[in-house]
C-alpha cells in the first residue's frame, strides 16, 4: 500500500502509534497563535529532576538545553509548579501523592510537525522516513466513546471548598495578599490511551497550547488556552489569563455573558493585578525600559468559555537564556498571585495536594533558542487507569465564593464533556 505521507495528518499519525513508541510527545493547536503541531518520540536525550532535593535545578537546566541546542535538537518538557515553589524557598506541607518529576523535557534528533497542508518530517537519522510509513500502514486505532469508567468527581466536598476559600479571603481582609489562585481536585477512572484521550480533547478544546507527554508512569494531556512564556528573536512576550464565564445558550445570550464579563469591574481589577506582577517579573530578566502592555484587556471566545487575557512584551536581556528566563519567572502570576511568594505559601498552607505539573508550565525549546510555553491547565494527569483534573481560580476581596466554585467546575467542561 502506498502512503502519501506528505497528505498525513496528526491525527492520521496518533490513531496508529502504540506502545512500541516511547516517551510520546505532542503539541497541538487550533491556530497560528499556538504552537506548531508537533509528534515526536524515542528522544536521544532526557533531563528529569525527580526531587526538590536537588538545589541546583536551573543551572542543570540551562546546561542540558545549550547542549541540545549544540546538537541542533528539539527540547519539549515540563517544569512543574513546585519548581517555581522550591525558586521562592517555600517549604510544602501538603500531600504529594502523585509524585511526578519536578522538571522533565525531552530532546528529539527525528519529529514531524503538521500545517494545513500537510506533514513534514524532520530527521537526522536517514530511517526515520521508513519508520513513519511503517507506522502508518498499521490499522487506524478509533477512540472510544466511553472514556471514562469513573466520571471526574471533585475529591473536596463543596463545604471543604467553602472552608479553604474563607481562608483565602481572610488572608486578603487581612492584608496580606491581594489575590491568590485557589484550585481543587477531580478523580476518576479511564480505560483509554492516553493519546486517545489527548485526540478527543484536541478536538473540542479549540486552545493554541495543547499538548500530550509520556513520562515513566504518568501521562499528561493538556488543552491549556494560555501562553506563559514565548521568546523568538530577543522579545518576550507573556499572557495571562484573568476572567471566565461559560458560553451563553445561543447568540443572545452568549453575547449578554461576553458583555457582562468586558464591563465587570471584579475580573477587570484581577487582570490588571495580575499584569502589573507580571510587568514585574518580566522586569528582571528584560532590558531596562523595554517592558510595555502590548495588549491591555483581550476578550477570546471557547468552545465551552470566555477569557479575558492581557499581553506584556519586553526585550530579553543578552545575557540571558530563554531557557533561564522561563525558570526564573515560575511560577506564573496568573496561577499563583499577588504578592507571588505570599501567595504561594498561603497556597500550599490550605490546597489539599502538591500540584506537580498542574499550573506549571509545559514548552518547546527549538535549536535557535527560540522558546514557546503555557500555563498547565485545563491538563490531566492519567497514572495506570487513575486520572487527575486539578481546577481553580483567583480570588480577590469582592470574589463570591459560589460563584468562584461553580466557574472552577466550569473550567473542567472540556474533559468532562468528553
Not at 191 to 216: E, H, L, M, P, W
Not at 243 to 260: C, M, Q, Y
Request: hydrophobic share 35%.
Amino acid at each position: 500500500m502506498s502512503i502519501d505521507l506528505e497528505k498525513t495528518t496528526i491525527d492520521d499519525l496518533l490513531s496508529r502509534l502504540g506502545n512500541a513508541e516511547h516517551h510520546v510527545t505532542i503539541l497541538g493547536s487550533t491556530t497560528s497563535n499556538g504552537w506548531t503541531p508537533t509528534v515526536a518520540w524515542n528522544p536521544i536525550d532526557v533531563f528529569e529532576v525527580a526531587s526538590e532535593s536537588v538545589t541546583d535545578s536551573t543551572a542543570s537546566l540551562e546546561a542540558f538545553i545549550s547542549q541540545q541546542q549544540s546538537a541542533d535538537r528539539l527540547c519539549i518538557g515540563f517544569l512543574s509548579y513546585d519548581f517555581g515553589r522550591i525558586l521562592h524557598r517555600v517549604p510544602a506541607t501538603n500531600t504529594d501523592d502523585l509524585q511526578t518529576p519536578i522538571a522533565l523535557v525531552y530532546s528529539f534528533d527525528n519529529w514531524v510537525t503538521f500545517s494545513e497542508s500537510g506533514s513534514t518530517i524532520h530527521a537526522k537519522e536517514p530511517t526515520f522516513p521508513q519508520e513513519v510509513e511503517k507506522i502508518m500502514s498499521r490499522p487506524a486505532r478509533p477512540i472510544a466513546k466511553n472514556v471514562y469508567r469513573k466520571e471526574l468527581f471533585p475529591a473536596w466536598s463543596q463545604q471543604s471548598y467553602r472552608h479553604a476559600y474563607q481562608k483565602v479571603h481572610d488572608y486578603i481582609r487581612a492584608g496580606d495578599i491581594y489575590q491568590a489562585n485557589l484550585t481543587h481536585r477531580l478523580e476518576g477512572k479511564t480505560g483509554a490511551y492516553g493519546i486517545d484521550i489527548y485526540r478527543k480533547v484536541s478536538r473540542t478544546s479549540n486552545a493554541d497550547f495543547q499538548s500530550y507527554i509520556s513520562g515513566r508512569d504518568f501521562e499528561v494531556i493538556s488543552g491549556s488556552p494560555e501562553r506563559f512564556v514565548r521568546i523568538a528573536d530577543g522579545t518576550i512576550e507573556t499572557s495571562p489569563v484573568k476572567g471566565t464565564r461559560p458560553r451563553g445558550k445561543n447568540a443572545v445570550d452568549d453575547e449578554a455573558i461576553r458583555l457582562d464579563l468586558e464591563s465587570s469591574p471584579k475580573d477587570q481589577a484581577e487582570l490588571n493585578m495580575i499584569t502589573d506582577l507580571m510587568r514585574n517579573d518580566l522586569g528582571v530578566v528584560s532590558e531596562i525600559g523595554s517592558v510595555s502592555v502590548a495588549d491591555e484587556r483581550i476578550l477570546t471566545s471557547y468552545p465551552t468559555l470566555w477569557h479575558a487575557h492581557s499581553t506584556i512584551q519586553s526585550r530579553l536581556r543578552p545575557d540571558i537564556s530563554s531557557i533561564a528566563a522561563l525558570a526564573s519567572l515560575m511560577p506564573g502570576g496568573s496561577i499563583s498571585g499577588t504578592p507571588k511568594k505570599r501567595a504561594v505559601e498561603i497556597i500550599d498552607e490550605i490546597e489539599q495536594y502538591r500540584r506537580g505539573i498542574y499550573t506549571g508550565s509545559i514548552f518547546v525549546v527549538q535549536s535557535n533558542g527560540d522558546l514557546d510555553s503555557n500555563i498547565a491547565i485545563r491538563t490531566m494527569i492519567k497514572k495506570n487507569d487513575d486520572i487527575y483534573l486539578s481546577v481553580g481560580g483567583g480570588i480577590v476581596y469582592d470574589s463570591r465564593q459560589d460563584d468562584e466554585y461553580k466557574e472552577s467546575l466550569q473550567k473542567a467542561a472540556v474533559f468532562t464533556n468528553l
